[in-house]
């Protein structure tokens, strides 16, 4: 079995150090944790305010259409639509209404404690030889700040897209898929002395957590797309120069490093590019278990830095319930993508689809121009939707995030830690061929389900069930309320048999099972909060062989 890691938070810990009372001074990395100004531990947990100052194609049901894939083609589609004047205005009320007081109130009382704020370079320069700075994009930084303090929630600045392009992709906004950051000399400066500016700016403000100085850096090449990786050299140089000059203005903010490949790299954290860092890196689409983090929990203890899961999400709610409390546990913060999107089921707020919105969609794939006063008035719809009181509030999104009364956990995603003997217990060791849950010893067998279409990095880690012989257990924890609710377990028997479910280590259920070709819901009543305020659900087969399929707490 797999060594635990040093630091494993039980539900306590992690109840005191994600609370809101510890938004407090200025963020620092001390060891492997991140401190308050306090001293006092603190796990970030957040979502990304995607699409605001950067938009994506993807964010508004355009899937896989590079003409509508990035800022710069987003905007000369809407002008193609709507003319040149309406899309000027289009775009400033668009920016002043995405994200509102409302929406950082409304995550706040969710029980966030963090943001991140993606920004675009193209807002906060003009474009062209000379540095100059537009005032317009640093009010809305500005005034994203104040919400945040007043409600508050630290807040990371992201350098989302870098004069140049750090990516080389349509996140980055490049010109040509190309990381020009690395390449032209004027682009490199102009980051350097953006970074500057938003030192000289924010150097007193201790509600932002900190600067995340690239995202994603550095994509990988493929069969389509030309590898950079001979510029990793220039982006170890770029972090070295650019701290090297926030330093000079700001000793006080902590710093975040992502390393290439979609921040899924360790090789770029050889060093310590300075004492108040934290590792910075990504998880889409992996299996939701403790493979997801092992290589960065050992960079953690090698490099003693603490470790922010800043960009993770777009996939189904119980990878969710799999993924983050598991986050935690390891004293690993995250922060999810986005906070907003259009018909979306996976972020907390979802933007109604525009009334003809599918000519838009048309008219990206060489279908006809749907007139531009027609145009005009789909877009303006769009604005009238964006708002927060005319999005849908997906409340079990929030459910699924903290694995709280509403969300559902697939039976192979039962508790890591503390381990075997307590999470959980095998008698067959066995040896599972679905590179889930690996080293557990706990049989997983397949269940093929329908397949989730267009759910982001889904990657049907869940077709499979875990299956429980006489004198086998798993445990599944659930943050709880005060309220009584249900449980609902879905099990089918492989063989005739009897299991028990106990809650918080009471039994509260006995249920006999015959062997069956499908899945049975059951329902338990959940009486029994212990004294963290968690709910932590035992089953345990005492005759027989079952397959389990989920648990929902209701």
Known sequence: MKPIP????????????????????????????????????????GWGLGNWFLNEGYMWKSFHNSRFDRPRRIERVVE??????????????????????AEIRDLAESGYNSVRIPIHWRLLMEEGEEITFIESGFRLIDQCLDWCEKYSMYAFIDMHGAPGGQTGANIDDSIDDVPRLFIDEHSYRQCIELWKEIARRYKDRS???????????????????????????QLIAFYEDVIHEIRKID??????????????????FDRVYDPNMVIHFHRYGCNPDYQAFEEFVDL????????????????????????????LELNIGYNLWPAKKMEAMNSPYSIKEPEGWHEILSYLEGGRHPGYQKARTIFDELLHNIGFEHCVKNEHVTDAVFRQSG??????????????????????????EHNHRCNTGMKLISHIRPVQSKIGFYNQWDFNSLALEKGEFACYTFAGDQSEGVWQV???????????????????????????????????????????????????????EAAVDWVRLT
């Open 207 to 233: 509600i932002v957590g900190g600067y995340d100085l690239l995202n994603e850096p550095i994509r990988p090449g493929s069969s389509e797309m030309k590898s950079y990786d001979h510029l990793l050299p």
């Open 300 to 327: 953690s203890l090698k490099m003693n830095l603490p470790l922010w899961l800043g960009e993770t999400g777009e996939n189904i709610l119980e990878w969710f319930s799999a993924m983050y409390p598991l986050s």
């Open 490 to 544: 879905s099990i089918r028997g492989l063989e005739n048999g009897e299991l028990i479910v106990y809650e918080n280590d009471e039994v509260i259920e006995k249920i006999q099972f015959m062997k069956e070709p499908d899945f049975s819901t059951f329902s338990v009543p959940s009486v029994k909060l212990d004294h963290w305020g968690v709910r932590r659900l035992k089953i345990e087969v005492m005759r027989g």
């Open 6 to 45: 040093e630091t494993i938070n039980s539900q306590l810990d992690i109840k005191e150090k994600t609370s809101k009372s510890r938004v407090c001074g200025y963020l620092k990395a001390k060891g492997t944790s991140i401190v308050n100004g306090n001293g006092d531990e603190i796990l970030l947990t």
């Open 80 to 101: 193609e639509l709507t003319g040149k004047a309406y899309t000027q205005h289009f775009f400033e009320v668009f920016r002043s209404l995405y994200i509102t007081e």
């Open 251 to 268: 000793d006080q903010h902590m710093l975040s490093i992502e390393g290439h490949h979609w921040s899924t790299s360790t090789e770029v």
């Open 407 to 432: 969300a559902r956990v697939m039976g192979i995603d039962f508790d890591e830690f503390p381990g075997s003997g307590h999470s959980y217990l095998s008698n067959r060791h066995h040896e599972n």
